[in-house]
């Protein structure tokens, strides 16, 4: 096989490279916010929990509703401006989950999750960062209407992006979780896993939540020792994606692996194994004769694996 196989042009990685700019100067100011509010041009995402509500179009789905339109569909808790799309604003809405539940028995509109309309391509690729950005914040404000400092209820300012509290004048600002996902490698050969959640046929890289007090190298060195056993030296960044289920941020590594012995954490992996790299491009291209897969093209362990197969990945 060729070290380059046919794959096509490299698709986007999912959630990644918003073309809203996030105008945070405004974020503070009560005049803007309201005239920005008032704007004809004014459009909002409308999600409820892991709901994103889509109109139905002609050939597609349309993300965006007019605020009329957002308020006619019932309560919404907390409003966010996500930013300015050419001038035009940019909010995001989060529905009540009963709200969003009604929302699926109107047959102009489309209820689902964020993950299927990713991978099945239901909205123009331009909305996925947003909705990401907008799903992760609206999540975070729904786990901390009450302040961890003090229990007293917290108030959201900043146009959604910090929330402060009363009591303790605490300021909460939205969090991130760094989650390292990596693919160890010797010679020309990688480990891939499967966990439990995956259906049956897809192997994808390791990956595991980031500790305080560690650094993204010392992560992926104890995530792929806890999980299959590997032992890891050098550790080279690739690539980062937004995931926001509920508000992670994907560090993607390759991992040069010390030792070749696999022992699996079977509380974590459901399996683990050394791949080659015909086998992985086989299953790249959806070719593999067991059918086995990675993941979709949306994931940053799609593109993590391609790296590979295509040669791109220097360890000098
Ligand atoms: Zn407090």
Same mark, same amino acid.
């Given at each position: +096989?060729?070290?380059?196989?046919?794959?096509?042009?490299?698709? *986007?990685?999912?959630?990644?490279?918003?073309?809203?700019?996030?105008?945070?100067?405004? #974020?503070?100011?009560?005049?803007?916010?309201?005239?920005? /509010?008032?704007?004809? =041009?004014?459009?909002?995402?409308?999600?409820?929990?892991?709901?994103?509500?889509?109109?139905?179009? &002609?050939?597609?789905?349309?993300?965006?509703?007019?605020?009329?339109?957002? /308020?006619?569909?019932?309560?919404?808790?907390?409003?966010?401006?996500?930013?300015?799309?050419?001038?035009?604003?940019?909010?995001?809405?989060?529905?009540?989950?009963?709200?969003?539940?009604?929302?699926?028995? /109107?047959?102009?509109?489309?209820?689902?999750?964020?993950?299927?309309?990713? %991978?099945?391509?239901?909205?123009?690729?331009?909305?996925?960062?947003?909705?990401?950005?907008?799903?992760?914040?609206?999540?975070?404000?729904?786990?901390?209407?009450?302040?961890? =400092?003090?229990?007293?209820?917290?108030?959201? %300012?900043?146009?959604?992006?910090? #929330?402060?509290?009363?009591?303790?004048?605490? /300021?909460?600002?939205?969090?991130?979780?760094?989650?390292?996902?990596?693919?160890?490698?010797?010679?020309?050969?990688?480990?891939?896993?499967?966990?439990?959640?995956?259906? =049956?046929? +897809?192997?994808?890289?390791?990956?595991?939540?980031?500790?305080?007090?560690?650094?993204?190298?010392?992560?992926?060195? #104890?995530?792929?020792?806890?999980?299959?056993?590997?032992?890891?030296?050098?550790?080279?960044?690739?690539?980062?994606?937004?995931?926001?289920?509920?508000?992670?941020?994907?560090?993607?590594?390759?991992?040069?692996?010390?030792?070749?012995?696999? %022992?699996?954490?079977?509380?974590?992996?459901?399996?683990? *194994?050394?791949?080659?790299?015909?086998?992985?491009?086989?299953?790249? +291209?959806?070719?593999?004769?067991?059918?086995?897969?990675?993941?979709?093209?949306? &994931?940053?362990?799609?593109?993590?694996?391609?790296?590979? %197969?295509?040669?791109?990945?220097?360890?000098?």
């Amino acid at each position: +096989m060729s070290p380059h196989p046919p794959f096509g042009p490299k698709p *986007r990685l999912g959630y990644t490279a918003s073309i809203i700019e996030r105008a945070s100067g405004m #974020r503070a100011d009560t005049a803007a916010l309201a005239a920005l /509010q008032n704007d004809s =041009n004014a459009r909002t995402y409308l999600i409820g929990g892991e709901m994103v509500a889509l109109n139905r179009t &002609a050939n597609s789905h349309d993300p965006l509703f007019t605020l009329s339109q957002a /308020q006619a569909f019932g309560p919404t808790a907390e409003t966010i401006f996500i930013g300015l799309r050419h001038d035009a604003p940019r909010f995001a809405r989060a529905l009540e989950p009963k709200t969003a539940e009604a929302l699926k028995a /109107q047959p102009e509109l489309l209820v689902t999750d964020l993950r299927s309309i990713a %991978v099945k391509g239901l909205v123009d690729s331009e909305h996925l960062p947003p909705l990401a950005e907008a799903k992760a914040l609206l999540g975070w404000h729904a786990r901390h209407r009450f302040c961890p =400092n003090c229990g007293a209820g917290t108030n959201v %300012v900043e146009a959604g992006w910090r #929330r402060d509290c009363p009591s303790c004048q605490f /300021q909460h600002f939205p969090r991130t979780d760094p989650v390292v996902i990596m693919l160890p490698f010797s010679g020309d050969s990688r480990v891939l896993g499967r966990s439990y959640r995956f259906v =049956n046929s +897809m192997w994808s890289c390791l990956a595991g939540s980031m500790e305080p007090g560690e650094t993204i190298e010392e992560a992926v060195r #104890r995530e792929t020792h806890e999980e299959c056993g590997v032992v890891c030296g050098r550790v080279r960044y690739f690539a980062s994606q937004p995931w926001p289920f509920p508000s992670s941020l994907m560090i993607g590594c390759h991992a040069e692996a010390l030792s070749r012995e696999i %022992v699996i954490d079977r509380t974590e992996l459901d399996d683990a *194994r050394w791949f080659e790299r015909d086998e992985v491009a086989a299953m790249l +291209m959806r070719h593999h004769p067991n059918e086995l897969t990675t993941p979709p093209e949306v &994931a940053i362990a799609y593109h993590i694996i391609r790296a590979w %197969v295509e040669g791109e990945v220097e360890f000098g």
